[in-house]
């Protein structure tokens, strides 16, 4: 039954949810500082990496990253019709590879835990993978091959979003929330007061700063900083160079995780640290060297890229690493929280889950699992 | 006797003459896109180091370097009255330590040969060093002691010059230069024509896209491209800690060359590569990399610094790598150019010998020994 949502926060989730709620028949509004900016969506890669994100004793949030992944085809062509705007959806897969041989064997076991979940990964010797990716160093010992983990321009994405949501008739409050009253009720930094029909909480690292939640039954948010880097091809007169990359590689360095993502536009986002450090959120010198240290280690051709930003974003995480969906123990108020590392990859799975859940739906069993306590 | 002077650039060699020539009765004008932000100057570490950046077979060059460090005390104190403004001149001095034996050897190489020129500088030993400066690596091989080098905030500088040039009566005109003429003249790029009294090329890097200066009988003056990375305190609230260095660093690390200037906000600039690869100033992640993984290697401290700024400058370098200061061959048109790394040293040096020139007044030996061919 449609009714009237005010969805807090202006990410990748926000904006989605606010996309399908609004295609099905809600009257939306977002209320977020800078919608389609906001949050760690704005700093993401945008990899949709179902398989090479499945870490041991996640299972269950593996195949909830998979069946994430099965609806991304769908949704971004319906969102490139429905906005009239490239978003950079690429299916061309991923490589991961191993510098030493201490990184060899710990693919190899994530190998073997891939393929005892069923996932489509392979290996491949260094020569292999150098014909996947031929701007990779000589001196790697081999990786593998992941068909199934793609990429979205997450910039693009956002920007989509956002005129789609425009398209659909989305209302955009441009504003902070402070505070979330049972009933549901709203109150903006400004001190202006709101009583919404329901609310959505999809307010990313923002959620803490929220007050009111603590009978929500959602669990505790907590930021976990990233840096991550942006480099192009400089644009002095040399034509237009072949680019660097054309699929995404991954790389254990000395085991560090880095990656390396290309865009069309022949840019690279490297990535990304994980740390723990509260809401520090400068862009600090070390963690600019490790990552630039690491990325070319194993395609050395970056370092003739220009460094175009340096930035770092804070993933919102719950103690399991899992996002929380559905009505919390206030009255009116439901949450899409908690995406962590997969915010950009379960938007889809999330956006449909909140039709189901606003309209008052049975939502599937994995969606089920999902839901605050 | 005082004349009427078109300067053409606006870095810390225009700006200085400037206003040295006005404070000197001449009416001065200076043209260039954006004075007081152009070029090298801009991008500078602001070091005054005619010792540590003796090199080996240029000892006509460190003669001038010390003759200009000797005007620095005057010329800081002037300054700083007229315009009222802190430059943040810093006598603290200097350390040059080595990473390795094979730099600990070149240190000492370059030990004898300041002993040689009767430079004052003290051989020091790792605990020496870490002594001077805590917040060093405990693997170095020691180092030198040079009191005499010492630095300059040139950003502050570059303020105070504009704000001392305008008190002093200067006139901006905040356009490019594209054409010289003997008599003298100048084109603006916008077709506009002067017919000053004098002129007085200070340009920089920007000399070899001015035309008409064929028969000038100045040298080719060619870019020399560098990368410097400003580093900063974190703000996030974290209490005021105690800066992490008190005096410049400089540092062979496998050869390579490093610097870490400390500012009195507690930042620090790091730098500096020296590249010729023409008018590219694209800052390179290759570059950054490098910069970072020497600093670090000498201070592991700047991790925790945030990073603020990365930036290129392109440094205008004679074919001998020594400035160019006198009349030209062309009537009426003086010129101050080719300060390669040494701008911000020579210029109460250059000012001073711009006033001498300009009032056709005799010069002394060692700015006679500048004059164009």
Chains 1, 2 share one sequence.
Not at 37 to 58: C, H, I, K, N, Y
Not at 206 to 235: D, F, M, N, T, Y
Not at 291 to 297: E, G, T
Not at 298 to 305: A, F, K, M, Q
Request: proline letters at 7%; charged letters at 20%.
């Amino acid at each position: 039954m449609p009714s009237s949502v005010y969805i807090v926060g202006g990410g990748v989730i926000g904006l989605s949810c606010a996309w399908e709620l609004s295609r099905n028949g809600h009257d939306v509004t977002v209320v977020a500082p800078t919608p389609g900016r906001d949050g760690a969506s704005w700093v993401a890669a945008g990899m949709l990496a179902p398989v090479t994100e499945a870490q041991f004793g996640e299972s269950a949030l593996t195949a909830l990253l998979l069946e994430g992944a099965r609806l991304w085809p769908g949704f971004a062509a319906a969102l490139e019709e429905a906005s009239g705007q490239a978003i950079g959806y690429d299916t061309t897969g991923t490589v991961t590879v191993a510098l030493d041989t201490s990184d060899r064997a710990s693919l190899d076991d994530l190998l073997a835990y891939q393929h005892s979940l069923g996932l489509d990964a392979h290996r491949r010797n260094a020569t292999e993978c150098r014909r996947l990716v031929p701007a990779l160093s000589p001196a790697l010992r081999g990786g593998i091959e992941v068909p199934g983990d793609h990429q979205v321009d997450n910039r693009a994405l956002l920007g989509a979003l956002a005129t789609a949501c425009r398209g659909a008739g989305v209302t955009f409050v441009e504003a902070a929330v402070c505070a979330v009253a049972a009933g549901p009720g709203l109150v903006l930094a400004d001190g202006h007061r709101l009583r919404p029909e329901h609310v959505l909480l999809a307010a990313g690292t923002g959620l803490p700063g929220i007050a009111g939640l603590e009978a929500s039954g959602l669990p505790a948010v907590r930021p976990v900083k990233g840096h991550i880097l942006r480099l192009g091809p400089p644009a002095a007169g040399r034509g237009a160079p072949a680019p660097l990359l054309e699929r995404t590689v991954r790389g254990l360095v000395h085991g560090r995780s880095v990656y390396l993502v290309p865009r069309r536009d022949g840019s690279v986002v490297v990535g990304a640290t994980v740390e723990e450090c509260g809401d520090d959120t400068a862009v600090r010198a070390g963690a600019v060297h490790e990552l630039l240290c690491d990325a070319r280690a194993i395609v050395p051709g970056i370092d003739e890229l220009e460094l175009c930003e340096a930035a770092t974003g804070m993933r919102p995480a719950t103690p399991d690493n899992t996002p929380c969906i559905g009505w919390t123990a206030m009255e009116g108020v439901a949450a899409a929280v908690g995406h962590y590392r997969n915010g950009i990859l379960l938007a889809p799975l999330t956006a449909a889950a909140a039709v189901d859940v606003l309209g008052r739906r049975p939502v599937s069993p994995l969606v089920e699992s999902l839901a605050p306590a």
